[in-house]
């Protein structure tokens, strides 16, 4: 079993940038698809961006496309989300998640995932 943990995130303003990372810990990820996802107030989780065990492939939600970008460390047992030209529909709870696989599929739906992190609180101030 693998325990996550997010972090990097924060306040920022639009138009401005974060980094957020997701270290597994218990086992190694690099058996595991990846995926972020984001739960915005009062609003149900969303699938935000998803990448394969290897990193070759990836997929993204249309509002992301071309300004978030996930990628993976194995070696170093981390998944990163880009978020740039954020905007304030952008903020939300971030949660990463992980499905253990051994293809090289992607995941985008919430039920697909076994296990979570707790989450990192992104703000967008206008």
């Known amino acids: 079993q693998v325990q996550l943990v997010e972090s990097g995130g924060g306040l920022v303003q639009a138009g401005g940038s974060l980094r957020l990372s997701c270290a597994g810990s218990?086992?190694?990820?690099?058996?595991?698809?990846m995926g972020w996802f984001r739960q915005a107030p009062g609003k149900e989780r969303e699938f935000v961006a998803a990448?394969?065990?290897?990193?070759?492939?990836?997929y993204y939600a249309g509002s992301v496309k071309g300004r978030f970008t996930i990628s993976r460390d194995n070696a170093k047992n981390t998944v990163y989300l880009q978020m740039n030209s954020l905007k304030p529909e952008d903020t939300a709870i971030y949660y990463c998640?992980?499905?253990?696989?051994?293809?090289?599929?992607?995941?985008?739906?919430?039920?697909?995932?076994?296990?979570w992190g707790q989450g990192t609180q992104v703000t967008v101030s206008s």
């Open positions: 218990g086992r190694t990820i690099s058996s595991y698809a």
């Open positions: 998640a992980a499905k253990p696989t051994y293809g090289s599929g992607i995941y985008t739906r919430r039920n697909e995932y076994d296990y």
């Open positions: 990448i394969s065990w290897s990193g070759g492939n990836t």
